[in-house]
């Protein structure tokens, strides 16, 4: 696929916005005109000074100058208004694009993407495409506008002085084009170093407490520090270096080009050829031609970065996602769960091999087997998280590939081992936007043995990021309830009690056992201890 293929299918993520892009191309136009019109009358000012016409004629000019001021003024203001609302949402529109699309990839996506890289494109590449591809389109034809007035007026006043600034508008075009070649690939792989280091970072505050008992605070110092110098920093560099040369033509540009015009104006004048305030008008224009210019430059530039970003990221936009074919009719209620995995491989190793069960409505295992051994890779397999390719999960003898997601993830829900809480009340927690009868809640804290704290902190507890103002069981906790609230007919913990006290886990689970009985729900329960024995039926020892 070619870089403008490519660049063309970024620009088409942003058509929803077109209506907005011609109203504000429109605005835009407006603004560059009156502009151009007011440097226009302001020679009729120089020229009436010069010449010494009326004072009656020149207050006319003057009011009519500062009319035109005033509404280029006004016209000004709200297109700056609306241009940086436009590309505010252009960037949050891309951002909510590309986090829709992070929640539509399957496991294995995360699986091989770091959270640093994820992140980074969400927010950071992101943004670059918004503003590169979906902005700089509208800049390009504004800027091609304003370059195609100002120089067709010079022409007209004056066609030599107007073809020395258009051969040098060309030359100075052609040069930075060719510098931007070297643009994509240079910030491609800075804005890869940048994700290795959002990484890194990552990792390193979550580790916070264990650096700091190990003692490992200089070590990881000087990681990140080769991280950021001799990593990162090395590719910064390169972005920079085209930069400076780009900056450096920049420069040599707005004093050449004035220069020029004024030494070939001055002469001119002299000659009599061009009036005193047609050689200042001149001069103007040259200083409202350099900004179009650049930017016109830079639209390659940008596109070029746009391009080094979307590298990144093309794929994880535009992938096609793969179609089966599904059952439509609803799923009743849940009668069994039959589990055929001939064998199931992750990087090339087999994770699972011959593993063949069948529970039916009602029953409870407790999963167990060494590290290793396959255990949450299982429940995931039965979350249709993984793509069984040798082997089939059943429920109720429908392969659950054929399944809706959304219908299957009404039936299951799952409790991990890092039970996942975001910063918000206890209801948010709880309820994520659904709507609960409030003593249906109250019911469920009971059962997650959650029901103390809330009757202390009550429902509007404000809880902090990832819980840290809450233990690690409360949190499990919390989550289990969240999972309870939505009575699945089969019910998958990881590991859901490791972070209880042997008193909480003994209520907890005899609750849990009432709950699942009372619901008629499947039980499927990892766990390194003999704690789930209790309340389950059956016990699988994967590691057999």
């Not at 004048?269 to 305030?277: C, D, E, H, K, V």
């Amino acid at each position: 696929m070619t870089s403008n293929t490519k660049y063309r299918q970024l620009t088409n993520l942003f058509r929803d916005f077109r209506k907005k892009q011609i109203f504000l191309f429109i605005i835009c136009s407006i603004s560059i005109i009156l502009n151009i019109l007011l440097v226009y009358q302001i020679q009729d000012l120089i020229n009436i000074a010069v010449k010494e016409n009326s004072k009656e004629y020149f207050i006319d000019i003057l009011i009519r100058t500062c009319c035109l001021g005033l509404f280029t003024f006004l016209a000004t203001v709200y297109q700056t208004q609306r241009w940086h609302l436009f590309r505010h949402e252009l960037i949050n529109n891309m951002r909510l694009k590309m986090y829709r699309k992070m929640l539509e990839k399957d496991t294995l996506f995360f699986d091989t993407k770091t959270t640093g890289d994820i992140a980074s494109g969400i927010l950071n590449d992101g943004s670059s495409i918004a503003e590169n591809a979906g902005i700089n389109i509208l800049m390009f034809w504004l800027n091609i506008l304003q370059t195609a007035i100002i120089i067709g007026i010079m022409l007209r006043l004056n066609m030599i002085l107007g073809l020395i600034v258009l051969i040098l508008s060309i030359l100075y075009f052609v040069l930075v084009n060719i510098l931007n070649k070297e643009m994509r690939t240079s910030y491609r792989d800075e804005r890869q170093k940048f994700a290795e280091l959002t990484q890194f970072t990552y990792e390193n505050i979550n580790a916070v407490y264990d650096i700091k008992t190990m003692d490992k605070a200089s070590f990881f110092i000087d990681k990140f520090s080769n991280l950021v110098w001799n990593k990162y920093f090395k590719k910064v560099k390169k972005v920079i270096n085209i930069q400076v040369r780009m900056y450096s033509i920049n420069t040599v540009m707005k004093v050449i080009l004035p220069v020029m015009v004024i030494a070939s104006g001055v002469y001119y004048s002299y000659s009599g050829y061009i009036s005193i305030g047609t050689l200042v008008i001149f001069y103007t224009y040259v200083g409202m031609l350099i900004e179009p210019l650049n930017n016109l430059a830079d639209f390659n530039q940008g596109k070029q970065m746009a391009l080094g970003a979307a590298e990144r990221v093309f794929d994880y936009l535009f992938d096609e996602p793969k179609l089966l074919p599904e059952i439509k009719q609803p799923l009743q209620d849940i009668q069994s769960l039959k589990l055929k995995v001939n064998s199931f491989n992750r990087n090339d190793k087999e994770i699972l091999h011959n593993v063949y069960n069948t529970l039916l409505s009602g029953d409870r295992m407790v999963i167990k087997g060494e590290s290793g051994c396959g255990k949450t890779t299982l429940l995931k397999l039965i979350c249709n998280l993984y793509e069984l390719e040798n082997g089939e999960i059943l429920i109720n003898n429908i392969n659950i590939s054929l399944l809706p997601k959304s219908l299957l993830y009404q039936k299951i829900k799952i409790l991990f081992q890092e039970p996942f809480v975001f910063e918000g009340t206890i209801l948010d927690n709880l309820t994520l936007g659904d709507v609960f009868d409030k003593e249906f809640i109250y019911e469920v804290l009971h059962v997650a043995c959650m029901d103390d704290f809330v009757k202390t902190h009550g429902l509007d507890y404000m809880v902090t990021e990832k819980g840290k103002n809450l233990s690690g069981g409360q949190r499990q906790r919390l989550c289990l309830a969240r999972i309870l609230l939505r009575k699945p007919q089969i019910l998958l913990l990881d590991e859901a009690t490791s972070a209880l006290d042997a008193e909480t886990e003994k209520r907890l689970l005899q609750e849990l056992l009432l709950y699942t009985q009372n619901n008629g729900m499947i039980l499927l329960a990892v766990s390194h201890n003999n704690s789930f024995d209790t309340i389950c039926n059956k016990i699988w020892n994967l590691s057999d």
